[in-house]
């Protein structure tokens, strides 16, 4: 498939300024694509996956991916899907986050390939030289004041009299369309892609490119993506699911999948993922056939969070995320096992009733819950129903010491497959 139909395929075309001649330019050869990412924030989340993943797969069908840093338009913000003015940054804060967001660009695109690198640019570099009189003279010129009124952006904006539209952030779309003339001059830059919601500032930018430099350049939009229920995909109770890993750690990205709508998995795994259509079909109909195995869930988590966080950060995710259920505890790291506590619950216990003997565990079995009184305790012990740090314990006479504690602090307690304590010595 050529980089439509793979879009297309997956379900990520939302729009095109003009689908068929696109179409028409893609098939003989390469061209140079671009998206634009917000620095308003110390890092991407979620929602900026799609397009980024979107120019990852244009590279990998051959084509020239631009990531654009918004150090210029940053400075001002972008009004799309804004109800209220930005609060505006000060400069060495907007330099911070662009610094950190273009550590998580380059995550995700290749930039080191010898046939189409990657190229990772900043709009500041040729937004600052120019003075506000040639901006006006040069660029303002190409836009009528109709035209602006008409961008979806403004209109929600300016039927809101109270909060109104600053002249700053009227003023947006100009930037960003220079952006786009400035690429196509100096780049070759022929396509911007982005979220539905920047369909107007991408047809400005390609008005004024025509205008100027008479050359063909196209616009493509890709959906912005809901859940199941209506809800804003990437949003939890806690808030955004962010790409930095001091935010978000990789251990609650990796939930984040798992816990998705299974009405929702099979169309993840075409947006958040590169596994083929075999690969999906058959994880589709795994889906179908038996969805309490959670087959689809499962390569959706690894997948994604793989690709953001790196194989080895994926795959301690997924052990962390199976030690609740009897997964082994060996070469788990502490900051992962600390994750892990604040999902289970817990009970609290002096550490000097470790010391020397210990304390018995049918007892901390009753603290911690798991069965109603010591009788209970010592037939589910012979039963063969009771872990100790996901170790089988049959005898009633075991008593729990500081040895057993998993990073001197912490017990697993399980009874049966779902039913867990985490007993913290304090």
């Not at 930037?175 to 022929?190: G, P, S």
């Not at 993840?268 to 075999?278: C, I, N, P, S, V």
């Not at 000097?352 to 304390?359: D, H, I, R, S």
């Not at 063969?384 to 049959?394: D, K, P």
Request: proline share 5%.
């Amino acid at each position: 498939m050529n980089i439509l139909e793979e879009l297309q395929w997956r379900g990520l075309l939302a729009d095109c300024t003009d689908l068929p001649e696109l179409a028409r330019r893609v098939s003989p050869g390469p061209l140079t694509v671009y998206c634009g990412f917000d620095p308003s924030g110390d890092s991407l989340h979620l929602g900026n996956l799609v397009p980024l993943l979107a120019l990852r797969r244009f590279q990998l069908l051959g084509h020239h991916p631009i990531a654009l840093a918004g150090g210029a338009t940053g400075a001002i913000g972008d009004p799309s899907g804004k109800s209220q003015e930005r609060q505006l940054l000060p400069r060495d804060l907007l330099a911070a986050n662009l610094a950190k967001i273009n550590e998580q660009l380059r995550r995700l695109l290749d930039f080191d390939t010898p046939l189409n690198p990657a190229r990772l640019l900043d709009n500041a570099a040729w937004t600052a030289p120019v003075s506000y009189l040639d901006f006006l003279r040069d660029i303002g010129k190409h836009f009528s004041l109709n035209q602006m009124l008409a961008k979806e952006s403004v209109r929600a904006r300016l039927a809101d009299r109270q909060a109104g539209i600053s002249y700053t952030e009227f003023s947006y779309m100009l930037l960003q369309a220079f952006d786009f003339y400035v690429l196509c001059r100096d780049y070759n830059c022929q396509l911007q892609i982005g979220g539905s919601d920047q369909w107007g500032n991408i047809t400005a930018g390609l008005d004024l490119t025509r205008k100027i430099l008479g050359r063909p350049v196209f616009g493509l939009t890709l959906p912005l993506i809901t859940n199941a229920d209506g809800s804003k995909f990437g949003k939890t109770v806690a808030g955004a699911v962010w790409l930095d890993p001091a935010k978000t750690s990789p251990y609650k990205f990796y939930q984040c999948w798992i816990r998705t709508d299974d009405r929702d998995v099979v169309r993840y795994l075409k947006y958040f993922t590169f596994l083929g259509q075999d690969e999906i079909a058959a994880l589709a109909s795994q889906h179908a056939q038996n969805p309490g195995a959670r087959p689809a869930h499962k390569a959706l988590a690894k997948a994604a969070t793989g690709l953001v966080h790196g194989p080895s950060a994926a795959a301690e995710a997924l052990r962390a995320s199976e030690i609740l259920f009897g997964g082994e505890l060996g070469g788990i790291s502490e900051t992962t096992f600390n994750e892990i506590v604040g999902e289970a619950p817990t009970k609290e216990i002096q550490k000097a009733q470790l010391q020397g003997a210990g304390q018995p565990l049918v007892e901390l079995l009753v603290r911690g819950g798991l069965c109603p009184s010591k009788g209970q305790a010592r037939k589910d012990l012979a039963g063969g129903g009771i872990y100790v740090n996901n170790l089988r314990e049959t005898s009633f006479q075991r008593a729990i010491t500081t040895r057993d504690l998993l990073f001197g602090k912490h017990l697993l307690l399980r009874k049966g497959k779902r039913t867990f304590v985490v007993v913290t010595a304090k």
